[in-house]
Protein backbone atom coordinates (compact mmCIF):
# COMPACT_ATOMS: atom_id res chain seq x y z
CA UNK A 1 0.00 0.00 0.00
CA UNK A 2 1.51 3.53 -1.09
CA UNK A 3 2.30 6.01 1.73
CA UNK A 4 1.57 9.45 0.51
CA UNK A 5 0.98 12.82 2.43
CA UNK A 6 -1.34 15.52 1.49
CA UNK A 7 -0.18 19.11 2.33
CA UNK A 8 -0.25 22.52 1.82
CA UNK A 9 2.23 24.12 -1.18
CA UNK A 10 4.93 26.09 -0.08
CA UNK A 11 7.06 28.54 -1.50
CA UNK A 12 9.80 26.17 -2.05
CA UNK A 13 6.93 24.15 -3.85
CA UNK A 14 6.67 26.45 -6.90
CA UNK A 15 8.63 24.77 -9.49
CA UNK A 16 7.05 21.06 -8.91
CA UNK A 17 3.81 22.73 -9.14
CA UNK A 18 4.96 24.01 -12.74
CA UNK A 19 6.09 21.06 -13.76
CA UNK A 20 2.81 19.40 -13.05
CA UNK A 21 0.60 21.93 -14.17
CA UNK A 22 2.86 21.44 -17.38
CA UNK A 23 2.29 17.54 -17.43
CA UNK A 24 -1.30 17.97 -17.03
CA UNK A 25 -1.44 20.53 -20.22
CA UNK A 26 0.67 18.16 -21.73
CA UNK A 27 -1.91 15.38 -21.49
CA UNK A 28 -4.38 17.42 -22.79
CA UNK A 29 -1.85 18.40 -25.64
CA UNK A 30 -1.74 21.94 -24.51
CA UNK A 31 1.58 22.12 -23.53
CA UNK A 32 3.13 25.23 -24.77
CA UNK A 33 -0.17 27.18 -23.89
CA UNK A 34 1.16 27.35 -20.41
CA UNK A 35 3.28 30.79 -20.29
CA UNK A 36 2.98 30.99 -16.19
CA UNK A 37 7.11 31.02 -14.78
CA UNK A 38 7.90 29.86 -11.41
CA UNK A 39 8.38 33.60 -10.50
CA UNK A 40 4.44 34.23 -11.52
CA UNK A 41 3.52 31.28 -8.84
CA UNK A 42 6.08 32.33 -6.41
CA UNK A 43 4.77 35.99 -6.49
CA UNK A 44 0.83 35.00 -7.15
CA UNK A 45 0.20 32.30 -4.55
CA UNK A 46 2.80 33.55 -1.87
CA UNK A 47 2.78 37.12 -1.80
CA UNK A 48 0.35 39.65 0.31
CA UNK A 49 -2.81 38.35 -1.51
CA UNK A 50 -2.29 34.75 -2.83
CA UNK A 51 -4.82 34.34 -5.73
CA UNK A 52 -4.64 30.48 -5.66
CA UNK A 53 -3.89 27.73 -2.92
CA UNK A 54 -2.42 24.53 -3.66
CA UNK A 55 -2.11 21.35 -2.14
CA UNK A 56 0.45 19.02 -3.01
CA UNK A 57 0.37 14.96 -2.73
CA UNK A 58 4.16 13.46 -1.74
CA UNK A 59 5.79 10.17 -1.31
CA UNK A 60 8.45 8.72 0.13
CA UNK A 61 11.79 9.25 -1.59
CA UNK A 62 12.53 5.59 -2.11
CA UNK A 63 9.20 5.44 -3.46
CA UNK A 64 9.95 8.00 -6.61
CA UNK A 65 11.23 6.57 -8.83
CA UNK A 66 13.09 9.76 -10.36
CA UNK A 67 13.53 13.43 -9.30
CA UNK A 68 10.88 15.10 -7.18
CA UNK A 69 8.72 13.39 -4.31
CA UNK A 70 5.99 15.74 -5.25
CA UNK A 71 3.43 13.56 -7.63
CA UNK A 72 0.43 15.34 -7.43
CA UNK A 73 -1.43 18.42 -6.97
CA UNK A 74 -4.41 20.77 -6.79
CA UNK A 75 -4.92 24.17 -7.30
CA UNK A 76 -7.97 26.42 -6.04
CA UNK A 77 -8.94 29.83 -4.69
CA UNK A 78 -12.45 31.25 -3.23
CA UNK A 79 -15.10 32.38 -5.60
CA UNK A 80 -18.58 34.09 -4.44
CA UNK A 81 -22.30 33.56 -5.56
CA UNK A 82 -24.27 36.49 -5.12
CA UNK A 83 -26.97 34.19 -3.85
CA UNK A 84 -25.19 32.01 -1.60
CA UNK A 85 -21.32 33.36 -1.26
CA UNK A 86 -18.18 31.65 -0.84
CA UNK A 87 -17.52 28.67 -3.32
CA UNK A 88 -14.63 26.67 -3.25
CA UNK A 89 -13.01 26.59 -7.29
CA UNK A 90 -11.23 23.85 -8.16
CA UNK A 91 -9.13 24.78 -10.75
CA UNK A 92 -6.65 22.08 -11.63
CA UNK A 93 -6.62 18.43 -10.01
CA UNK A 94 -3.70 15.89 -10.98
CA UNK A 95 -1.73 13.32 -9.83
CA UNK A 96 1.41 11.84 -12.43
CA UNK A 97 0.31 8.60 -14.34
CA UNK A 98 1.95 6.19 -12.33
CA UNK A 99 0.65 6.82 -8.98
CA UNK A 100 -3.21 6.58 -9.91
CA UNK A 101 -5.20 4.13 -8.16
CA UNK A 102 -3.90 4.47 -4.95
CA UNK A 103 -6.59 7.07 -3.14
CA UNK A 104 -4.48 9.92 -3.58
CA UNK A 105 -7.15 11.47 -5.80
CA UNK A 106 -9.94 10.64 -3.71
CA UNK A 107 -8.15 12.20 -0.56
CA UNK A 108 -7.17 15.52 -2.28
CA UNK A 109 -11.05 15.95 -2.84
CA UNK A 110 -11.80 14.90 0.94
CA UNK A 111 -9.59 17.39 2.05
CA UNK A 112 -10.63 20.10 -0.19
CA UNK A 113 -14.04 18.99 0.58
CA UNK A 114 -12.75 19.64 4.46
CA UNK A 115 -11.54 22.72 3.01
CA UNK A 116 -14.74 24.01 1.96
CA UNK A 117 -16.66 23.03 4.35
CA UNK A 118 -14.39 25.05 7.26
CA UNK A 119 -14.32 27.95 5.48
CA UNK A 120 -18.56 28.00 5.35
CA UNK A 121 -18.34 27.61 1.06
CA UNK A 122 -21.86 26.49 0.12
CA UNK A 123 -20.40 24.81 -3.10
CA UNK A 124 -17.79 23.45 -4.77
CA UNK A 125 -17.30 24.69 -8.34
CA UNK A 126 -14.85 23.15 -11.15
CA UNK A 127 -15.29 22.86 -15.39
CA UNK A 128 -14.45 19.55 -17.08
CA UNK A 129 -14.23 19.15 -20.81
CA UNK A 130 -16.89 17.52 -22.53
CA UNK A 131 -14.99 14.56 -23.74
CA UNK A 132 -12.85 13.38 -20.48
CA UNK A 133 -15.66 11.06 -19.53
CA UNK A 134 -13.36 9.40 -17.14
CA UNK A 135 -12.83 12.30 -14.98
CA UNK A 136 -16.96 13.34 -15.53
CA UNK A 137 -17.64 9.88 -14.08
CA UNK A 138 -14.83 9.92 -11.11
CA UNK A 139 -16.62 13.24 -10.19
CA UNK A 140 -20.36 11.87 -10.49
CA UNK A 141 -19.46 9.25 -8.65
CA UNK A 142 -19.01 11.33 -5.65
CA UNK A 143 -22.38 13.22 -6.42
CA UNK A 144 -20.90 16.14 -9.08
CA UNK A 145 -23.99 17.82 -10.64
CA UNK A 146 -23.35 18.62 -14.80
CA UNK A 147 -24.73 22.52 -13.99
CA UNK A 148 -23.87 22.90 -18.03
CA UNK A 149 -26.52 19.75 -18.69
CA UNK A 150 -28.84 20.80 -16.12
CA UNK A 151 -29.35 24.53 -16.07
CA UNK A 152 -27.89 25.80 -19.50
CA UNK A 153 -24.75 27.62 -18.21
CA UNK A 154 -21.94 28.17 -21.15
CA UNK A 155 -18.68 29.88 -19.77
CA UNK A 156 -17.32 32.62 -21.79
CA UNK A 157 -14.11 34.76 -22.11
CA UNK A 158 -12.74 38.19 -23.12
CA UNK A 159 -9.36 37.91 -23.76
CA UNK A 160 -6.58 40.40 -23.56
CA UNK A 161 -6.43 41.88 -26.75
CA UNK A 162 -10.22 42.39 -27.09
CA UNK A 163 -9.79 43.77 -22.68
CA UNK A 164 -7.32 46.15 -24.54
CA UNK A 165 -9.69 47.43 -27.50
CA UNK A 166 -13.01 48.21 -24.69
CA UNK A 167 -10.50 49.47 -22.40
CA UNK A 168 -9.22 51.87 -24.70
CA UNK A 169 -12.28 52.86 -26.51
CA UNK B 1 -28.97 61.15 -18.45
CA UNK B 2 -25.84 61.74 -16.34
CA UNK B 3 -24.17 59.08 -14.62
CA UNK B 4 -21.06 57.91 -12.97
CA UNK B 5 -19.09 54.37 -11.98
CA UNK B 6 -17.42 54.45 -8.51
CA UNK B 7 -16.49 51.47 -6.38
CA UNK B 8 -18.80 49.89 -3.65
CA UNK B 9 -18.19 50.95 -0.19
CA UNK B 10 -19.74 49.19 2.95
CA UNK B 11 -22.61 51.14 3.06
CA UNK B 12 -23.81 50.28 -0.03
CA UNK B 13 -24.38 46.45 0.47
CA UNK B 14 -28.33 47.38 1.27
CA UNK B 15 -28.04 48.76 -2.57
CA UNK B 16 -25.81 45.47 -3.97
CA UNK B 17 -28.58 43.34 -2.22
CA UNK B 18 -31.26 44.75 -4.04
CA UNK B 19 -30.31 44.75 -7.31
CA UNK B 20 -28.88 40.94 -7.02
CA UNK B 21 -32.11 40.22 -5.94
CA UNK B 22 -33.65 42.23 -9.43
CA UNK B 23 -31.38 40.30 -11.45
CA UNK B 24 -32.73 36.92 -9.40
CA UNK B 25 -36.34 38.33 -10.17
CA UNK B 26 -35.21 38.54 -13.67
CA UNK B 27 -34.18 35.07 -14.23
CA UNK B 28 -37.50 33.67 -11.81
CA UNK B 29 -35.14 32.43 -9.06
CA UNK B 30 -35.78 35.87 -6.55
CA UNK B 31 -36.33 33.04 -3.46
CA UNK B 32 -32.75 31.39 -4.40
CA UNK B 33 -30.73 34.48 -2.86
CA UNK B 34 -30.44 33.36 0.74
CA UNK B 35 -27.17 36.01 1.35
CA UNK B 36 -27.89 39.12 3.67
CA UNK B 37 -26.47 42.68 4.03
CA UNK B 38 -24.65 40.76 6.75
CA UNK B 39 -22.71 38.47 4.62
CA UNK B 40 -22.07 41.02 2.00
CA UNK B 41 -20.35 43.10 4.15
CA UNK B 42 -18.73 40.49 5.83
CA UNK B 43 -17.18 38.78 2.44
CA UNK B 44 -16.85 42.49 0.50
CA UNK B 45 -15.24 44.69 2.86
CA UNK B 46 -13.43 42.26 5.79
CA UNK B 47 -9.66 41.54 5.56
CA UNK B 48 -9.73 39.56 2.87
CA UNK B 49 -12.38 40.47 -0.23
CA UNK B 50 -14.27 37.60 -1.30
CA UNK B 51 -15.67 40.10 -4.41
CA UNK B 52 -15.46 43.24 -5.28
CA UNK B 53 -18.10 45.15 -6.59
CA UNK B 54 -18.61 48.66 -9.08
CA UNK B 55 -21.59 50.31 -8.60
CA UNK B 56 -23.39 52.78 -11.23
CA UNK B 57 -25.05 56.21 -9.86
CA UNK B 58 -27.43 58.82 -11.29
CA UNK B 59 -29.12 61.34 -10.18
CA UNK B 60 -32.74 61.71 -9.50
CA UNK B 61 -34.78 64.65 -10.26
CA UNK B 62 -34.69 65.72 -5.98
CA UNK B 63 -30.93 65.36 -6.75
CA UNK B 64 -30.36 62.46 -4.87
CA UNK B 65 -28.26 59.55 -6.19
CA UNK B 66 -29.93 56.50 -6.68
CA UNK B 67 -27.64 53.17 -7.59
CA UNK B 68 -29.66 51.94 -10.84
CA UNK B 69 -26.83 49.18 -11.50
CA UNK B 70 -23.50 47.11 -10.37
CA UNK B 71 -20.64 44.87 -11.73
CA UNK B 72 -19.75 41.97 -9.17
CA UNK B 73 -16.03 40.24 -10.04
CA UNK B 74 -13.08 38.98 -8.52
CA UNK B 75 -9.71 37.40 -9.67
CA UNK B 76 -9.48 33.92 -10.21
CA UNK B 77 -5.99 32.14 -11.44
CA UNK B 78 -5.78 30.15 -14.90
CA UNK B 79 -2.59 27.70 -14.11
CA UNK B 80 -1.79 28.24 -17.60
CA UNK B 81 -1.58 31.65 -17.86
CA UNK B 82 -1.90 33.37 -13.95
CA UNK B 83 -4.54 36.01 -13.08
CA UNK B 84 -7.98 36.68 -14.63
CA UNK B 85 -11.24 38.76 -14.09
CA UNK B 86 -14.19 36.90 -13.41
CA UNK B 87 -17.62 38.99 -13.83
CA UNK B 88 -19.79 37.26 -11.54
CA UNK B 89 -22.75 39.33 -11.74
CA UNK B 90 -23.67 42.18 -13.84
CA UNK B 91 -27.21 44.47 -14.06
CA UNK B 92 -28.36 47.39 -14.88
CA UNK B 93 -32.40 48.58 -13.75
CA UNK B 94 -35.09 47.86 -16.74
CA UNK B 95 -36.02 51.94 -16.64
CA UNK B 96 -32.12 52.67 -16.70
CA UNK B 97 -30.90 50.68 -19.95
CA UNK B 98 -29.78 51.82 -23.73
CA UNK B 99 -28.06 54.87 -21.96
CA UNK B 100 -24.70 53.43 -22.39
CA UNK B 101 -24.29 52.27 -18.53
CA UNK B 102 -23.63 48.54 -19.27
CA UNK B 103 -20.94 49.75 -22.07
CA UNK B 104 -19.04 51.53 -19.98
CA UNK B 105 -18.93 49.05 -16.90
CA UNK B 106 -17.39 47.00 -19.41
CA UNK B 107 -14.92 49.16 -20.31
CA UNK B 108 -14.28 50.23 -16.24
CA UNK B 109 -13.54 46.64 -15.63
CA UNK B 110 -11.33 46.03 -19.03
CA UNK B 111 -9.49 48.83 -17.48
CA UNK B 112 -8.99 47.12 -14.01
CA UNK B 113 -8.13 43.67 -15.63
CA UNK B 114 -5.79 45.22 -17.87
CA UNK B 115 -4.20 47.02 -14.89
CA UNK B 116 -4.25 44.08 -12.91
CA UNK B 117 -1.91 42.31 -14.80
CA UNK B 118 -5.15 39.85 -16.07
CA UNK B 119 -5.09 37.81 -19.41
CA UNK B 120 -8.69 37.92 -19.27
CA UNK B 121 -12.06 38.22 -18.15
CA UNK B 122 -14.30 35.18 -17.69
CA UNK B 123 -18.06 34.89 -17.01
CA UNK B 124 -20.78 32.79 -17.35
CA UNK B 125 -23.81 33.15 -20.02
CA UNK B 126 -27.15 31.33 -19.50
CA UNK B 127 -27.76 29.37 -23.28
CA UNK B 128 -30.57 30.98 -23.62
CA UNK B 129 -30.17 34.42 -22.79
CA UNK B 130 -29.43 36.09 -26.70
CA UNK B 131 -29.36 39.68 -26.23
CA UNK B 132 -26.21 39.39 -23.02
CA UNK B 133 -24.95 36.42 -25.67
CA UNK B 134 -24.76 39.32 -28.40
CA UNK B 135 -24.29 41.84 -26.14
CA UNK B 136 -20.89 39.95 -25.10
CA UNK B 137 -19.77 38.52 -28.53
CA UNK B 138 -20.21 41.91 -30.06
CA UNK B 139 -17.56 42.91 -27.84
CA UNK B 140 -14.92 40.07 -29.04
CA UNK B 141 -16.10 37.49 -26.21
CA UNK B 142 -15.95 33.84 -27.41
CA UNK B 143 -17.96 30.97 -25.98
CA UNK B 144 -15.50 28.39 -24.58
CA UNK B 145 -18.53 25.96 -24.03
CA UNK B 146 -19.06 25.95 -27.55
CA UNK B 147 -15.46 26.20 -28.65
CA UNK B 148 -13.80 24.16 -26.50
CA UNK B 149 -16.35 22.14 -24.79
CA UNK B 150 -16.22 23.32 -21.45
CA UNK B 151 -18.92 22.34 -19.11
CA UNK B 152 -19.23 23.78 -15.43
CA UNK B 153 -19.90 21.40 -12.52
CA UNK B 154 -20.57 21.53 -9.18
CA UNK B 155 -20.57 19.54 -5.75
CA UNK B 156 -23.39 20.89 -3.36
CA UNK B 157 -22.78 21.08 0.13
CA UNK B 158 -24.55 17.82 0.72
CA UNK B 159 -22.02 15.82 -1.42
CA UNK B 160 -19.28 18.15 -0.29
CA UNK B 161 -19.91 16.63 3.70
CA UNK B 162 -20.69 13.63 1.79
CA UNK B 163 -17.06 13.48 0.80
CA UNK B 164 -15.61 15.24 4.19
CA UNK B 165 -16.76 12.65 6.58
CA UNK B 166 -14.68 9.51 6.64
CA UNK B 167 -16.57 6.60 5.15
CA UNK B 168 -16.38 3.16 6.52
CA UNK B 169 -14.78 0.62 4.74
Request: glycine share 6%; net charge negative.
Amino acid sequence: MARFILRKAEPKDVSDILRLIKELAKFEEMEEKVILTEKDLLEDGFGDHPFYHCLVAEVPEDQCSEGSTVIGFAMYYFTYDPWIGKLLYLEDFFVMHQYRGLGIGSHILKVLSETAVKTRCSSMHFIVAENNSKSIEFYKRRGAADLSSEEGWRLFEIDKKDLLKMSSQ
Amino acid sequence: MDFKLRKAEPADVSDILRLVKELAKHEEMEDQVLLTEKDLLEDGFGETPFYRCVLAEVQTETSRSKVVGFAMYYFTYDPWVGKQLYLEDFFIMEAYRGLGIGSELLRHLSDLAVTCRCTGMMFVVAENNEPSIRFYKRRGAEDLSKDEGWRVFRFDRDSLLRMATPTEE
